[in-house]
């Protein structure tokens, strides 16, 4: 039978249960729920975000730098034809004048006497008195060397294939200067050219001599800069800044591994030089060396140009 009394027991229980019911909801809310749940980001993750614009890097960080002072310039000899007065250290001390951050092309290599070629070796498809128009064998396949190992350390380089030495060669320096032009038209961004030759030193008896190095306990071809001046009355204005980069450059192989290199020429022609900042005319070798011994220079020089102008 439902009585008053019961009615009154029955709503203390129903009261006794919501109480018991709002304590343990307040002990469940003191509990750190963040630790139950992974932590929000406070910004969507990078998937969700929109795209971002990274700048072009061109560079890796090289295993040093190229540092000098005024002493590194006594190790360049320089046969001066030119008569031309210039100081050493202080050029050699000069800040390099190369920016890492263009975006695009920052070395062009070229070839004048695009049809030099070496001593026939083993394996070599081709023959004749050091020349071929074969750019697989001539200087044209040295200069590619060059430029694939500046790209891989990180250098933007381009390479003109084309044999300005055809059909002419005592015009060749004209048509190189076109291509180089053409160059600097469509990329602005280039700040050195590098014309790649290889030299010749006939001896008495009408054989070619080499002039070798050992790199890397590799037989190898040693290197000679040719640098122009203003002296036979060319404009040339910044030769001295570009006799700075090329004094860098021999120091610095020549630190690493004495005798890499033969005596820095200084001319009075300008020898293209003066179309670019930074410009140099590089022998790889004589006709003497091999293909594989020029190659091997090449590299060489390209691992050290690359210590220089990555800051």
């Given at each position: 039978?439902f009585?008053?009394?019961?009615?009154?027991l029955?709503?203390?229980?129903?009261?006794?249960?919501v109480l018991?019911?709002?304590?343990?909801?307040?002990?469940?809310?003191?509990?750190?729920?963040k630790?139950?749940?992974?932590?929000?980001p406070?910004?969507?993750?990078?998937?969700?975000?929109?795209?971002e614009?990274?700048?072009?890097?061109?560079?890796?960080?090289?295993?040093?730098?190229?540092?000098?002072?005024a002493?590194?310039?006594a190790?360049?000899d320089?046969?001066?034809?030119?008569?031309?007065?210039?100081?050493a250290?202080?050029?050699i001390t000069?800040?390099?004048?190369?920016?890492?951050?263009?975006?695009?092309?920052?070395?062009?290599?070229?070839?004048?006497h695009?049809?030099?070629?070496?001593?026939?070796?083993?394996?070599?498809?081709?023959?004749?008195s050091y020349?071929?128009?074969?750019i697989?064998?001539n200087?044209?396949?040295?200069?590619?060397?060059l430029?694939?190992?500046?790209n891989?350390?990180?250098?933007s380089?381009?390479?003109?294939?084309?044999?300005?030495?055809?059909?002419?060669y005592?015009?060749?320096?004209e048509?190189t200067?076109?291509?180089i032009?053409?160059?600097?038209e469509?990329?602005?961004?280039?700040?050195m050219?590098?014309?790649?030759?290889?030299?010749?030193v006939?001896?008495?008896?009408?054989?070619?001599?080499?002039?070798?190095?050992?790199?890397?306990g590799?037989?190898?071809?040693?290197?000679?800069?040719?640098?122009?001046t203003n002296?036979a009355?060319l404009?040339?204005?910044d030769?001295?800044s570009?006799?700075?980069?090329?004094?860098?450059?021999?120091?610095?192989?020549?630190?690493?591994?004495?005798?890499?290199f033969r005596q820095?020429?200084?001319r009075?022609?300008?020898?293209?030089?003066h179309?670019?900042p930074n410009?140099i005319?590089?022998?790889?070798?004589?006709?003497g060396?091999?293909?594989?011994?020029?190659?091997?220079?090449a590299?060489?020089?390209?691992?050290?140009l690359?210590?220089?102008?990555?800051?």
């Amino acid at each position: 039978m439902f009585t008053k009394e019961r009615f009154q027991l029955g709503l203390r229980w129903v009261c006794f249960g919501v109480l018991l019911t709002a304590v343990a909801l307040r002990m469940v809310s003191a509990v750190d729920l963040k630790s139950l749940t992974p932590e929000i980001p406070s910004e969507p993750p990078p998937a969700m975000r929109a795209e971002e614009a990274f700048p072009t890097m061109y560079y890796s960080a090289p295993s040093h730098a190229a540092t000098f002072t005024a002493e590194d310039a006594a190790l360049v000899d320089i046969h001066n034809s030119a008569g031309a007065a210039f100081d050493a250290g202080a050029l050699i001390t000069a800040p390099v004048q190369f920016d890492c951050s263009e975006d695009g092309p920052l070395i062009l290599i070229v070839h004048t006497h695009a049809t030099e070629a070496y001593t026939v070796a083993d394996g070599d498809d081709y023959s004749g008195s050091y020349r071929t128009t074969d750019i697989n064998y001539n200087v044209v396949r040295v200069g590619q060397a060059l430029t694939d190992r500046l790209n891989k350390n990180g250098i933007s380089t381009v390479h003109d294939t084309t044999l300005n030495d055809e059909p002419g060669y005592y015009d060749a320096y004209e048509r190189t200067a076109a291509v180089i032009a053409g160059y600097l038209e469509e990329y602005p961004s280039i700040q050195m050219v590098i014309d790649v030759h290889r030299d010749a030193v006939t001896l008495d008896d009408g054989s070619e001599m080499a002039v070798p190095c050992r790199l890397n306990g590799e037989d190898a071809a040693q290197l000679m800069l040719v640098m122009g001046t203003n002296i036979a009355g060319l404009e040339h204005p910044d030769w001295q800044s570009n006799l700075s980069m090329a004094l860098k450059i021999q120091a610095h192989c020549e630190k690493c591994a004495p005798g890499v290199f033969r005596q820095m020429s200084l001319r009075s022609e300008r020898y293209n030089e003066h179309l670019t900042p930074n410009s140099i005319l590089l022998e790889v070798g004589a006709a003497g060396n091999t293909l594989r011994q020029a190659i091997c220079s090449a590299e060489y020089f390209a691992d050290r140009l690359t210590e220089i102008l990555i800051p």
